[in-house]
Every structure is written in C-alpha cells, then in structure tokens.
C-alpha cells in the first residue's frame, strides 16, 4: 500500500568542495576498498583519495583525478557499470 508523505528541510551546502588533505608524494601506504569486475577480473580500489584499476596484466589505471574523495567501489552483478561513493 502507498502511504502520501512529504517534508520539507534545509540543505546547508558548500559551494566547493575544499582541497584534500591527501599525500601526493611518496610510496602508498594502502590499499582500500578492493572491488573485483566479474567479467575482467581486474581489481578496482582506493588509493589517495582516488579509484584505481589495476588489470589482470599488472597495469595500472588511474580512475578519478579531482579534488573530491572516491571510496567504496561496487561493481554490478553484470560488470557493466562501477559505483561508488564520492563528497
């Protein structure tokens, strides 16, 4: 059964998203999060605050560059699609 409901609150939002406190220099210190793609195998994780792919061959490829925070990579059931979390 439906049930009407509504309401009605306030949003405070920044108009940017601040700079990041994240090592940009130097060896990574882990790994968070790892995802695998079902159909690929390859291994999708966070690193710096960014997403990471690294292919079933050993290369690596950067997913996300920007001043935002990506985790909690989810492939879906088919591997077409890649969510995640970013502020």
Do not use: K
């Amino acid at each position: 059964t439906d049930l009407p409901f509504a309401a009605t609150f306030p949003l405070a939002r920044r108009a940017a998203i601040r700079p990041r406190a994240v090592a940009t220099a130097g060896p990574v210190r882990g790994l968070v999060g790892p995802a695998i793609d079902p159909r690929s195998g390859a291994v999708v994780f966070q690193a710096r605050g960014d997403l990471w792919e690294r292919a079933p061959d050993g290369q690596l490829r950067q997913l996300t560059d920007d001043a935002a925070v990506e985790q909690d990579a989810a492939f879906s059931r088919d591997g077409r699609w890649l969510a995640f979390v970013s502020d």
